[in-house]
């Protein structure tokens, strides 16, 4: 589904020094020479403003610090997602190369470029960076897309009816704790701590509640999709609707 999105294993030093100083080259390129591939893009507003001295130090000082940072004995791990990527998981990845896309992007525009054809620029310049970007974040919105109709389909159940159940139960937010709540029940399908510590982590895939815990919290500040994918999970996992006794009979599930 997708190649290598982010890092392979790697030499502790040199490979590092040696981005540094690429992404510097590149830097310098962006900044002092907009005009790559002017074919393609176009810089709004007459010329381009010089970068002035502030700018450059921030710039020097950022790759001096991905050198230092990265000089250090280390090992990345090679991050995929395919078919057998955990759809929670997909959708987060898919969103953090998307946030990515979209900042370069932002980058770009900062400084006035646009793209003035669609077809595909010369490998290396500016332009083919721009394009890229452009074409990579049509894909991932399309794959996100689809990401979330699988969560819905696959791991969100009777949606419907869950809605029902937390129309009689509570707000999405119900915190047990807050002054004048009942001191028991989370979130807006009202689950208890031996059940969000039971259920929580095998449905939104952590290893443990205290990573759960840690990473999320309780269950009133989880999304209502979380809650939904964790009280459908107990459900298939033989709880059937019978932890909500009186609105699943409301609502004609039991």
């Known amino acids: 589904m997708y190649a290598n999105l982010i890092g392979s294993d790697f030499k502790p030093s040199q490979r590092w020094v040696t981005i540094a100083a690429r992404m510097a080259y590149k830097l310098a390129i962006l900044i002092d020479e907009p005009a790559v591939g002017l074919s393609y893009i ?55 190369v998307l946030k990515h896309t979209s900042q370069t992007q932002f980058w770009f525009a900062r400084r006035s470029f646009r793209l003035l054809q669609l077809r595909r620029p010369p490998l290396g310049t500016a332009a083919y960076a721009l394009w890229w970007h452009i074409k990579q974040e ?20 009777d949606i419907p009816a869950w809605s029902c159940i937390h129309r009689y139960e509570a707000t999405w937010h119900y915190d047990k704790d807050a002054p004048g709540h009942n001191g028991t029940y989370d979130g807006g399908l009202q689950m208890d701590l031996e059940f969000q510590s039971t259920y929580g982590p095998p449905a939104l895939g952590f290893k443990s509640w205290s990573a759960l815990h840690a990473a999320k919290g309780t269950a009133d500040r989880w999304t209502p999709r979380e809650q939904i994918i964790v009280a459908e999970y107990a459900r298939r996992n033989g709880r059937g609707y019978y932890p909500w006794p009186n609105t699943a009979r409301y609502c004609g599930l039991i």
């Open 138 to 157: 049509r894909w991932l919105r399309r794959e996100i897309g689809e990401t979330n109709k699988l969560i819905r389909t696959n791991l969100m159940g």
């Open 42 to 96: 176009e810089i709004e507003g007459g010329q381009p403003k010089m970068p002035n001295l502030k700018r450059l130090l921030v710039v020097g000082f950022a790759v001096v610090t991905v050198g230092l940072i990265f000089s250090t004995p280390a090992t990345a791990h090679r991050v995929r997602i395919t078919a057998e990527t955990p759809l929670l998981k997909r959708l987060e990845l898919q969103k953090h």
